[in-house]
């Protein structure tokens, strides 16, 4: 759902309310429906539960803030048969496992250690029964990174290792990306401008956090490849028992006395960017 406004000086604040973030769909979505049109900038706030209290605002003006997500499902497909003749099979369970062995190998020795670079494979899915052996397996997950380089290199030796290990043993394997998103760099000059306006705030026990960054991805980052963006994370902890539990945790616990600051900060920074870019 898209609003826009006239502000009451010389300029339009536009406002996203962003869905399918999580699925990393929601930013692909607005901006293939226009969003960035007439657009000179972009300002997100999201917000972090665990053991820290409200008030805390963490940035990052000089490098990478979030990683990339480059999320894949590898569909081996090889040829079923009964397990007391496997030699008539070719086996796609088989061929998974190499081709998982192979894709640790990537990060072990192909990427460059001073970058962050994080394969995880999350599903390895085959067969319905213990004694055949089917025709395909499949094998899901994200690659993630904090280097546009990285990334680009990972992705091409992804698809080429599970190409050639599945050739290797007889079979195909089949590569759809199901996600891909940059990594999250903000703008460092517009960031800094931000962090000034926010430090206005009369809000009791405001605190920045410079030079924050996570392996965690954001789909924000699509618009910050297009537009000077910011993006800022609000502590929405506890400091008790409350606070144990991270995001993405079926027990997470959200300290709502957030919601003000959040308001507060975002009006202010577009008011205050407003008067001076307009």
């Known amino acids: 759902m898209l609003k826009e406004k006239e502000s009451m000086l010389s300029g339009r604040v536009r406002f996203m309310f962003q869905t399918a973030e999580e699925t990393f769909e929601g930013a692909k979505d607005v901006l293939e429906n226009g969003i960035l049109e007439g657009v000179d900038g972009a300002l997100a706030y999201h917000v972090g539960s665990g053991r820290m209290p409200v008030g805390l605002f963490m940035y990052n003006s000089g490098g990478t803030m979030m990683c990339s997500v480059d999320g894949f499902r ?31 190998s990537l990060i072990a020795r192909e990427a460059d250690p001073s970058k962050a670079c994080v394969l ?3 599903n390895f899915s085959a067969g319905s029964a213990p004694n055949i052996i089917p025709d395909t397996a499949v094998l899901q997950g994200t690659l993630r990174t ?30 759809e990306m199901i996600s ?12 800094e401008e931000m962090v000034g306006y926010m430090r206005e705030l009369p809000v ?30 609000l502590s929405a ?22 919601c003000p600051i959040g308001s507060a900060c975002l009006a202010h920074c577009a008011v205050r960017w407003l008067e001076k870019h307009s």
């Open 237 to 258: 902890g506890y400091m008790d028992e409350r606070g144990d539990a991270p995001a993405h945790n079926p027990r997470v616990r959200f300290n709502e006395d957030v």
């Open 204 to 233: 009791p026990g405001l605190t920045p956090v410079p030079n924050t960054s996570a392996s965690a991805s954001e789909d924000f980052a699509a618009i910050a490849e297009k537009v000077p963006s910011v993006f800022m994370y």
């Open 120 to 122: 995880t494979i999350g």
């Open 74 to 104: 590898i569909t081996v497909h090889g040829r079923g048969a009964h397990g007391a003749y496997p030699h008539s099979s070719i086996d796609p369970i088989n061929i998974g496992v190499h081709i998982y062995l192979a894709l640790e």
């Open 146 to 175: 904090n280097d546009s380089a990285s990334r680009e290199k990972l992705v091409r030796r992804l698809k080429e290792a599970a190409q050639r290990t599945a050739e290797v043993f007889g079979g195909s394997a089949e590569i």
């Open 180 to 191: 891909q998103v940059p990594p999250l760099v903000c703008d460092p000059v517009m960031t």
